[in-house]
């Protein structure tokens, strides 16, 4: 679907997602000694096979869009025969996974003291694809694999440093289909090559608890995997490591994985642990797989259940296919953030964390993820000790409809559709202030909210004609491109009056920059992750 087919003019293009390193970089100095001298082989060997995957993405895409939707395979070989994993003793307990961004040290910190069986340390959705925060990412997750970071706890007037445990690390690169420019004049690199590459050179196995573990990202088909298995074990030979040193879980977040999963951990058996679905992300990826149908238009967000269809039948898929293979299922991230200013907002969320975790326990997931240290211990009190892995449903399908319309779920909504201008325009400041993951109105949006809403705006506009969206009287109000701009300047305008007296004035140009990238990127059809 070409960018004007949502119904908007073109405009030149405001948003730059490769991230560069910044001008002066010498490989030489500004990165570990001898680290090109090891980087510039795997560069050769594996960026070439990142931009055919990436490519293949794409054409994926636009088969979709032409109604060549993703679809259950006849059962592979990797289906059909016996293979299992021993999962390893350090990683049977996961029931609940925090996660956040790695260049927050501060939260790193508390993420690892606040009891939870695992942490996933991020460079991508939460984290700035910037040069330094990227730096600063890795920096922190080399500081918290040999324990020895902390932070300055200014309230308190002391120093917070890591305490012992064996919380299980994980370091989250950015996807297959980010590049990196800046480290070889003319040249990009993969993003994920550099960044796993830029945390096992800093590490000696001899400092970890565990094997170095990572998370992958964003993947789209079962032949990725081979990419990553390929690269944990190029990596491991060059330093004389089993092949299988590396491990990894990996998010399942777009819908075409969602029909391959058992191909993928077949490809990556010697290293994975687990799968989780990415909800948010995945959200986005049916969306945009589905954009051409206007029977997919969405329910404003907030009011889209957490046990929809759409959730449930790949919730209830995944603990099988796991289970079935030997390795954990780990649920998804619940939205709306515990307060420990607002008592009112702070039971609301807790309430619903549990219900939502019971959910994805009584489906049989292992384990969840969290982003609050207060959402810990409700979170592992859902899930049986140390994991559901011999539990498996009765009479489950196999092959379940992933692709259920979500009738009768919610409401569509002007004032959805503002809530979703309003928050765009706010995630996109925090972007450009620094902050990959915003709070806002209880919620924590980060790069996979972000693009939920940006499509949830196309669809209106490009469904226009068929789909009624109400305001408060009940009325349909047509959502023309120029209804959707007339909303970015009400919003932003608004945005503007709210600011403090006293605000430096940069504060308000961020606020316009950000309001004429978000609407630039829906009206470009630019709702790829970045």
Request: glycine share 6%; charged share 25%.
């Amino acid at each position: 679907m070409t960018p004007t087919a949502v119904g908007f003019p073109e405009v030149s293009g405001l948003l730059n997602p490769i991230n560069a390193a910044p001008e002066g970089f010498d490989p030489s100095t500004d990165l570990p000694q001898g680290f090109m001298d090891f980087f510039l082989p795997l560069h050769r060997m594996f960026t070439p096979r990142q931009q055919e995957l990436a490519a293949k993405r794409l054409e994926v895409l636009q088969a979709s869009l032409e109604g060549d939707k993703p679809k259950h395979r006849f059962p592979s070989d990797a289906a059909r025969n016996g293979w299992r994993i021993a999962l390893p003793e350090w990683c049977q307990d996961q029931r609940n996974q925090m996660t956040g961004p790695a260049d927050d040290a501060e939260l790193c910190v508390k993420m690892l003291n606040s009891g939870a069986p695992g942490v996933m340390l991020d460079l991508e959705d939460s984290c700035v694809n910037e040069w330094s925060h990227h730096e600063m990412g890795v920096a922190n997750i080399l500081a918290c694999l040999r324990g020895q970071l902390s932070y300055y706890d200014k309230k308190r007037d002391r120093t917070v440093t890591i305490q012992p445990s064996g919380t299980v690390i994980f370091t989250r690169p950015r996807g297959l289909h980010l590049n990196q420019a800046g480290l070889i004049p003319g040249e990009l690199v993969s993003a994920s090559l550099f960044d796993v590459c830029r945390v096992f050179y800093g590490i000696d196995p001899a400092e970890l608890k565990h094997p170095l573990c990572i998370y992958i990202p964003k993947s789209e088909s079962a032949e990725e995997a081979l990419w990553w298995r390929d690269l944990f074990q190029a990596l491991a030979q060059w330093r004389g490591l089993p092949h299988n040193y590396i491990k990894c879980m990996a998010l399942v977040e777009s819908h075409p994985l969602a029909f391959q999963m058992e191909e993928f951990a077949y490809n990556l058996r010697d290293h994975i642990i687990g799968l989780n679905l990415g909800r948010w992300d995945y959200m986005a990826s049916l969306i945009h797989f589905n954009l051409d149908d206007p029977d997919w238009v969405l329910p404003d967000r907030n009011t889209i259940p957490h046990n929809v269809k759409f959730f449930q039948n790949l919730r209830e898929l995944i603990p099988e296919v796991c289970h079935h293979r030997g390795i954990l299922a780990i649920g998804g991230m619940t939205a709306l953030y515990p307060s420990r200013e607002d008592a009112e907002l702070n039971v609301r969320a807790l309430a619903i964390l549990e219900k939502d975790k019971k959910n994805e326990a009584d489906c049989l997931m292992d384990g969840a993820w969290t982003g609050h240290p207060d959402q810990n211990q409700i979170a592992v009190a859902q899930f049986p000790y140390p994991n559901q892995l011999n539990a498996r449903p009765k009479n489950a399908s196999r092959y379940p409809d992933l692709r259920p319309v979500p009738e009768g779920v919610g409401d569509r909504t002007v004032k959805g559709t503002r809530a979703a201008v309003r928050t765009v325009i706010r995630y996109r400041h925090g972007v450009l202030s620094g902050r990959g993951a915003s709070l806002l109105d209880g919620y924590m949006e980060d790069l996979a909210t972000d693009r939920i809403y940006r499509l949830m705006i196309a669809q209106r506009v490009l469904h226009r004609e068929l789909v009624s969206i109400t305001d408060e009287n009940g009325h349909a109000v047509k959502h023309t491109p120029e209804f959707i701009t007339e909303l970015f300047d009400e919003e932003l305008d608004r945005l503007l009056r709210e600011l403090p007296a006293g605000t430096e004035s940069g504060e308000a140009d961020r606020f316009r920059r950000a309001r004429e990238i978000s609407e630039a990127m829906i009206v470009n059809g630019e709702f790829n992750p970045a």
